[in-house]
């Protein structure tokens, strides 16, 4: 977009999201002059002060006024820069390769290299001297609004390149600071969220962190504010900024202060507050009972197109296809355009009126099941199973609940109290306790995370719906015949729905497997090729595309104690489980019984070892997907778009199928 632009083109491009955050009409058109013109004046009103504990000699920072501050003139509006724009998984590599990053997050977080002395013993390289902090510093204009680059570098960053020629010491000193900032960050933080593709199928906003910079930081908290901070997003210049605003009158010399907690996920729970200000102000909560909250009915209804059923059971005929795949060989079909027409349909897109499709269509066969959200939509899978197996208490000692295939999973949206009582009792009896955060309706990894930090996760269901699943922290290894790594993988299995009542279940049994990249490692958990396994669509270079049969081989090769067919058996057991914990209950809390529906589902598997000894293998679930991308599957097997509507329409019993 071109910076030139009128205020009335500025509101018709902004006043959708002036007006979601809140923004007082009065401030408009002189944010509009600040924006326009860059003009970044918090200096001329404001001061940053600092105040030096003498006994233990950290500092507290807080920001005050230099002049009154009314709340209603039109000119007190201003933009605070972002120091730090980062996605959580890439944060430790921009720390270690932006110059100056490191050094600018250390003065504002207050770490210093001889707080990790005794860590490293590295008394010989750290000089004594600490980090002269003054009492009072009042900000200028620049100061006020640090840019991107460093503004004030402190004096103890020097000496990290002046350690000497122990290289390996200053690596190890190096990264204890960056885990201290990655640590700290979660204080200071704020996100916002932007817009995907709408050509994606069930995919929603993905959220953005930033850091304001030394002055936004340093604003502290009240539950009483007499300001407030909120992102805005300047789309005649792509820039993001904060913006701060007097809520009230504020007097000369006053301290400012916001609320830490101005978002939606308090907003609607304000009972929540202790556990959401547990970064700032630490509780524990051991001693809280958990138990996953139950959901009603309305919450698999609400905020979701609903499915219609038919009323009564209609006889079906199958003759021609329906926009199906392109693929097909020795199958015959006429593709028409109309859905009214068709003896197959098969959709891309979320089909809901099933019961129309019964009056006009009664002969159809559709390729989607009523209310399969259940299996497709991660809250909706967690909330499910957890109902199917509601009579299964947990089990104190292990902290495990049934069924043993679905790694604990907490929706954070509803159960974040309940999640940080039961992390807080885990980390009480040193259980592992590594975490991945997925949000409900994103695939492909997106805004996907693996970490134990508790202030990160909490921090992250301010970012959106998320769940919190239990890491598979032990699981089966594969060594790549490209690098040589012994890496983590997972298994992507194509099951074929063909009825409820009774459940029908057909596996195909070629299946996929998607491998990690680097060694597996707990170190850096923010390392997405060590912990996720899904490249394809971010660098398909680092992919390591094999077949099944050549999979087997090698396993069997590294693990000779261990028979695939065994473990194949292990997991079609596992996949039956799970198509009868969402198939038991009545919709919407359970898949929907219909004679017009068939459907295909790809179901991701990893396995892990259930023990240290490494003498016992298990299955986890983790996920199922609506119309998962088969490109490798026509690629690798050209009968596979055959198979698919033989063993779906034709009720053909294919070699390359197992019935369940």
């Not at 038919?310 to 392109?326: D, G, I, K, T, V």
């Not at 999640?419 to 259980?431: E, G, S, T």
């Not at 298994?491 to 060694?519: G, H, Q």
């Amino acid at each position: 977009m071109s910076a030139e632009h009128t205020f009335e083109q500025f509101i018709e491009v902004h006043e959708g999201q002036l007006l979601a955050s809140r923004i007082p009409q009065h401030f408009w058109p002189s944010l509009y002059h600040k924006l326009k013109n860059e003009e970044l004046d918090a200096g001329d009103y404001f001061q940053i002060v600092g105040e030096q504990n003498e006994l233990d000699g950290t500092s507290h920072w807080s920001v005050s006024t230099i002049v009154d501050l009314k709340v209603e003139e039109p000119n007190n509006i201003f933009l605070i820069d972002h120091a730090w724009t980062f996605r959580p998984n890439t944060a430790r590599l921009a720390l270690q390769e932006v110059d100056g990053l490191k050094e600018r997050l250390m003065n504002v977080f207050g770490i210093k290299p001889e707080d990790f002395k005794d860590a490293n013993s590295c008394s010989d390289y750290i000089g004594s001297d600490a980090e002269e902090e003054p009492n009072t510093a009042t900000s200028s204009g620049n100061q006020a609004n640090g840019s991107a680059k460093p503004s004030s570098v402190p004096e103890d960053s020097d000496k990290l390149s002046d350690m000497g020629d122990d290289s390996s010491q200053t690596s190890q000193l190096n990264e204890k600071i960056i885990e201290a900032i990655l640590d700290d960050m979660w204080k200071f933080a704020q996100t916002y969220s932007v817009r995907m593709r709408k050509s994606i199928i069930d995919e929603q906003d993905v959220p953005v962190w930033y850091l304001p910079d030394e002055f936004g930081m340093r604003i502290g908290h009240s539950q009483t504010p007499n300001v407030r901070m909120v992102p805005f997003f300047y789309a005649f210049q792509n820039l993001a900024y904060s913006l701060l605003y007097p809520l009230q009158d504020v007097a000369d010399q006053e301290e400012i202060t916001r609320n830490f907690l101005d978002n939606n996920l308090f907003f609607k729970n304000p009972g929540w507050y202790e556990v959401l200000m547990h970064p700032w102000m630490p509780f524990s909560s051991i001693q809280n009972q958990v138990l996953h909250c139950v959901k009603n009915v309305d919450y698999f209804t609400s905020g979701r197109l609903p499915d219609e059923l038919p009323s009564a059971e209609l006889h079906q005929s199958l003759f021609y296809s329906y926009q199906l795949f392109e693929n097909l060989s020795s199958v015959q079909v006429e593709f028409v355009d109309d859905i009214w027409q068709a003896n197959v349909v098969w959709l891309m897109e979320h089909f809901h009126d099933f019961k129309q499709l019964a009056e006009k269509n009664p002969s159809a066969l559709i390729n989607q099941f009523p209310y399969e959200s259940v299996l497709t939509v991660k809250d909706l899978l967690a909330a499910t199973i957890q109902s199917a197996f509601e009579e299964s208490p947990l089990n104190n000692d292990t902290l495990d609940w049934q069924p043993e295939w679905l790694p604990t999973t907490f929706n954070l949206q509803l159960e974040l109290p309940e999640f940080v009582a039961y992390f807080q009792r885990r980390q009480q009896k040193n259980l592992d306790n590594i975490w991945i955060i997925k949000p409900w309706n994103l695939a492909r990894g997106l805004d996907t995370y693996v970490t134990k930090n508790l202030n990160c996760i909490i921090r992250m269901a301010e970012s959106g719906p998320k769940i919190a699943c239990k890491y598979i922290h032990n699981p089966f290894l594969f060594r790549r015949l490209d690098n040589g790594n012994l890496v983590k993988f997972d298994l992507r299995y194509i099951v074929f729905l063909k009825s409820v009542e009774p459940l029908e279940l057909a596996i195909y049994d070629n299946f996929w497997i998607r491998f990690a990249v680097n060694e597996y490692s707990l170190n850096n958990l923010d390392d997405i090729f060590t912990h996720m396994s899904v490249h394809n669509y971010t660098d398909s270079s680092k992919v390591l595309n094999m077949k099944c049969h050549d999979f087997i081989s090698q396993l069997e090769k590294l693990y000779p104690k261990l028979k695939w067919t065994e473990i194949q058996q292990k997991i079609n057991h596992v996949i039956k489980e799970v198509f009868q914990a969402v198939t038991k209950n009545a919709p919407p809390r359970g898949i929907a019984h219909n004679k017009q529906s068939r459907a295909m589902y790809g179901l991701d598997i990893m396995l892990h070892w259930k023990d240290d000894y490494q003498t016992d293998l298990g299955v986890s679930f983790i996920e199922a997907n609506f119309m998962p991308d088969c490109m490798r599957a026509v690629q690798q097997f050209p009968d596979f778009a055959d198979t698919v509507f033989e063993t779906l329409f034709l009720d053909k019993q294919s070699k390359d199928v197992t019935m369940m």
